[in-house]
């Protein structure tokens, strides 16, 4: 915005005390749609979160909106969809393939483990 600084402060001013500009909002937005279109976990939303500056509570309070069922079978849909494309046969190298996989998009480690020895004994 080519302004000068008091014009830009007042049209800021202005979004915020009007609800234009809301963290908390978009935060909410933010969580909700990631984890339901791009299926990701609780560590890859809070991470970016974080990049964009959003405040730990704020995070916090977007994290807890995401219902703990609907959490765990997303999880328990996204590994059972994503061992059906991996075509190696060696147990150790599809482990890691099904691990690597659902560490990017930001699942605990602890469940991504668990979840990789019960599918791939």
Known sequence: MHM???????IIVH?????????ERFAKAFVSGKFRIKKWGKQRLQLELKKRHIGKTIISNA??????EDYYNT??????KKLATIKDSHPQ??????????LYRGWES???YDK???LIP
Do not use: C, G, W
Request: hydrophobic share 45%; aromatic share 10%.
């Open 4 to 10: 000068i600084p008091e014009a830009r402060d007042q």
């Open 15 to 23: 979004l915020l005390r009007h609800d234009f500009l809301n963290e």
């Open 63 to 68: 994290l807890a909106e995401i219902n703990d």
């Open 75 to 80: 999880f328990e849909e996204l590994a059972t």
């Open 93 to 102: 190298k599809k482990r890691k393939k099904l691990a690597d996989y659902l």
């Open 110 to 112: 602890s469940l991504v």
């Open 116 to 118: 990789v020895f019960a």
